[in-house]
């Protein structure tokens, strides 16, 4: 859904400790600046080092000088920065010749990646001097986010990474991991970290632009380091249809991913605690459906086609996607479908009733008199989120799928991706929180990276991101008021659209997304404003990653 169509206006904290003095809890919104330095070649760039056979992890320790010098105290640097950390008097922790990682049961997968990152050895136990135990301990952290907190302590040359769930454990490896590379070590103390928001990740055009499964995998990897949890797939659109189909091959582009590759990226994204959520956007953006089966095209007053747009009211537009519908939910196993619903190009004219006349006949037919063509659009969409929930799933959609003074209302509980206010009739935030939804933030205003730049985008930068976006700057610049907070603004994404495919190569899209990425995962960690400079953010962010 990127703006295929515009309608309207074209200081870091430092943390210092006297010796032998214990620092109280420091409460961070930033990194401090660099002090440390990295060891030279100890340690893989890539989170995926779990590949690694236990028996060569454990063949292949540190190699370092014995002399180990104490970790300067203060605050582990890293991307998102960590919100809390207890200093204590010690020499802290550095990778040494014969440490190991210590892990067993559900957390072996974790203490073989973290041991191959790291090269250090690996084994289940029991953890001595030196080593990094990792384990699980109900508990650790408070509130619906409890299994993605984490504690990370250095104690008696030892570290412990626990938390109540397996994705707090693997959080608190990446900070350690970002500790290792950007300051030799991690400081005594402890560390006490989790996210402010519950969604945060990339959603990615894959229908106008074909990227390859290996270049996914190598985003899934850089989500993962900067404990980002979800990537959203875009793979039906006017341009193409990009995921394998058996239901309707038909359909596919020549350019797709196979469902073994789609299976391959959703395993590889579940080792790295990233939920995968599809998109099959309707009843608009169904233009690649459309070329195979053309009586399923919208038609206005006039005979004219409304591009993209299928018929509504005929029944076997809606068939076709509850066909795809239900046999793409198996494949992505994460509890999330994302319906689109958004510049349905009927509900874009200025009279839908008068241009629609059809439309307009089936909503008074189904709904009642009173009905209107936005009435029969909600049916629509209240049909098909219906038909994912029996599937498992909930159901997503853009902001823009959602109408006001209707007979007809979208379900309660299908979730709100805000997206506009710069279309036409857009609504306000205020009025979705208003009605007891959640919301999830891509304001396009600083999270649409649109190739091409088309309809006065341009590309985000990170430091705007950085310094002047939040969750609850929903649209536009300025905060909603009120009711933004973590339960109902659940997260936000930064969005690559490629309405111009040409425009950049999967290479120039991957290097001008990492700083905006970055900057994302800092403020959905820590919802307030950084206090570490921004060129000191981007010294951070290409030394630990």
Known sequence: MGLRLRMTRASAVRGTVCAGVLLATMTLMGCPRETG???????????????????????????????????????????????????????GWRPT???????SGPLADEGRRLAGELRLGYAAGPARAGDVELVLRPGTGQGPLAAEAYELTARDGKVLVASAGETGVFYGTRTLLQAVRSGGGLAEGVVRDAPDRAQRG???????????????????????????????????????????????????????LTK???RRIVALAESLHITVIPEIDSPGHLGAVIAAHPTLQLRDAAGKAARGAVDIANPDAARIVDDLLREYAPLFPGPYFHLGADEYRALMAKNPEASYPRLAARAREKYGPRARVQDLATGWLNDRAALVRTLGKKAKAWNDGFFRGGVVTANKDIEVEYWTGKEIGARLP???????????NLNDEYLYYVLGEPNQFTYPTGQR??????????????????QSGPDR?????????????????????????????????????????????????VTLDARVR
């Open 260 to 262: 073994a590759e789609v």
């Open 489 to 537: 603004v659940v997260g936000g994404r930064l969005a690559v659209w490629c309405d111009r495919p040409e425009a950049q190569n999967a290479q120039q899209v991957a290097a001008g997304i990492r700083l905006p990425l970055a900057a994302v995962a800092q403020r959905l960690w820590d919802a307030r404003r950084p206090t570490m400079p921004w060129q000191d953010f």
């Open 202 to 256: 990339l959603h990615l055009d894959i229908a106008r632009k074909h990227f390859t499964a290996e270049w996914i995998e190598a985003r899934l990897r850089e989500l993962s380091a900067l404990k980002l949890n979800q990537l959203a797939l875009h793979f039906s659109d006017d341009q193409g249809f990009r995921i394998e189909s058996d239901s309707h091959p038909e359909i596919v582009s020549p350019q797709r």
């Open 430 to 440: 205020q009025e979705y929180l208003n009605e007891g939804r959640t919301l999830v």
């Open 97 to 103: 010749e014969g440490a190991r990682v210590i892990a």
């Open 465 to 482: 991101i950085y310094e002047q976006w939040s969750p609850p700057v929903l649209r536009g610049t300025a905060p909603v008021p009120g």
């Open 37 to 91: 330095t990295r060891p030279g070649g100890d340690d893989s760039r890539s989170p995926g080092a779990s590949a690694t056979t236990s028996a060569a992890l454990t063949s292949s320790p540190a190699r370092r000088s014995p002399a180990q010098a104490p970790v300067p105290a203060g605050v582990p640097r890293a991307i998102p920065a960590v919100r809390s950390a207890e200093a204590a008097t010690g020499p």
